[in-house]
């Protein structure tokens, strides 16, 4: 059985749970240059560089997604928000992104799989993908709006080869996340879809959406609404929401979402709103405490943490919806839906 039938059937009897924060984990660690730069000899520092330690601090990758695991996570990510060759370009990395995200897939294939040894419940592993620097839809030059730091297909070129190096690591699912500009999304998807067609296997695709103010907006305007629109060809496994703000938050969101996306939902919030010293403070049980109430109105398939969010959050998310349905995916009747910023539907 594929793992995609296998999500979706275990989707069918309860709350998955997805993981939580690696980011903030890994501060916690108190790391120092020497742990991030390892034996490589890269020609810059590599502090802050999370993502190089899938090589040169594995244990504490790996000691991390253990503690999710433990926690009840179904799904890990794999810690690769920033494995691409633009953003590695910072800390003079670009040519160590195969590397990264093999080792990275590697990892948390590894232990996906002995978990799922132990109980027979199948643990899955999603190929993360973050956003980069760099957006399609914007000019980073208020004086001159037509202009782009990067093109369409060099993005899905930078796009591609990190999703390469994770289904060849081995993770099941390729999680485009904390979308803020909708083209960058589509570069995403199109750069799977021909890997797709390149390895000729089915790749399932994760997209989720990160809001930039109340009103459900992302950095490049769409509404939530409109952004399931635009991604919609593409036939995500889920498509959700994560990052910006906390759970309280996103609640109309994810109620507008829930109603209208014919696929699973996966939400993964913040830990509530940052303090003025950018420290995330809501406890576990509040959080929980939030996410469930989505969960008993039937309004999500997948449940996690993202900034701020620990293995303690995610114990807690999971015993709180323990009992909790999961969310009957909708089927809209047929009708033509369009996006520009805001949604447009031509009714039959």
């Known amino acids: 059985m594929t793992a995609r039938q296998q999500l979706l059937d275990a989707a069918a009897q309860r709350v998955l749970i997805f993981d939580g924060a690696f980011g903030t984990q890994i501060q916690n660690r108190k790391l120092t240059e020497g742990d991030y730069a390892g034996d490589l000899g890269l020609l810059a520092d590599q502090k802050g560089n999370n993502d190089i330690l899938a090589l040169t601090r594995p244990d504490v990758i790996g000691d991390i997604t253990r503690a999710y695991l433990d926690a009840g996570s179904d799904v890990v990510s794999t810690n690769t928000f920033s494995a691409n060759r633009i953003s590695q370009a910072d800390y003079a990395a670009e040519g160590l ?23 027979g419940k199948p643990r899955f592993v999603a190929g993360a993908i973050g956003p980069t620097n760099k957006t399609l839809s914007l000019s980073p030059d208020v004086e001159d709006p037509g202009y782009r730091e990067i093109t369409f297909d060099d993005l899905v070129a930078v796009y591609r080869e990190q999703a390469a190096a994770l289904v060849e690591g081995g993770v099941d699912f390729i999680l485009i996340e904390t979308v803020f500009d ?27 959406m990160t809001l930039t103010d109340l009103s459900g907006r992302n950095l490049s305007g769409h509404t939530v609404e409109a952004f399931w629109y635009a991604v919609r060809h593409a036939k995500p496994l889920t498509i959700g929401l994560n990052c910006s703000f906390g759970a309280e938050q996103l609640r109309p969101h994810v109620k507008v979402l ?10 993964y919030p913040n830990a509530g709103l940052p303090n003025e010293l950018g420290e995330y ?26 900034c701020g969010s620990s293995p303690a959050h995610i114990a807690a998310i999971a015993r709180a919806v323990a009992k909790s349905e999961p969310r009957a995916v909708p089927s809209p009747e047929p009708a033509m839906r369009l996006a520009g910023l805001e949604p447009f539907t031509v009714a039959a």
Not at 182 to 207: F, Y
Not at 258 to 267: E, K, N
Request: glycine residues 8%; charged residues 25%.
């Open 97 to 119: 992104v195969r590397d990264i995200n093999v080792a990275s897939g590697k990892l948390a294939r590894a232990l996906a799989d002995e978990y799922a040894a132990r109980d």
């Open 182 to 208: 909708t083209l960058n999304a589509k570069a995403g998807i199109m750069a799977v879809k021909q890997l797709e067609r390149e390895t000729g296997r089915d790749i399932p695709l994760m997209i989720s």
């Open 258 to 267: 829930s109603q209208i996306a014919d696929t699973l939902l996966m939400i």
């Open 281 to 306: 403070d809501e406890l576990p049980d509040t959080t929980a405490g939030l996410v469930k109430d989505w969960a008993d109105h039937g309004q999500v398939n997948i449940l996690g943490g993202c």
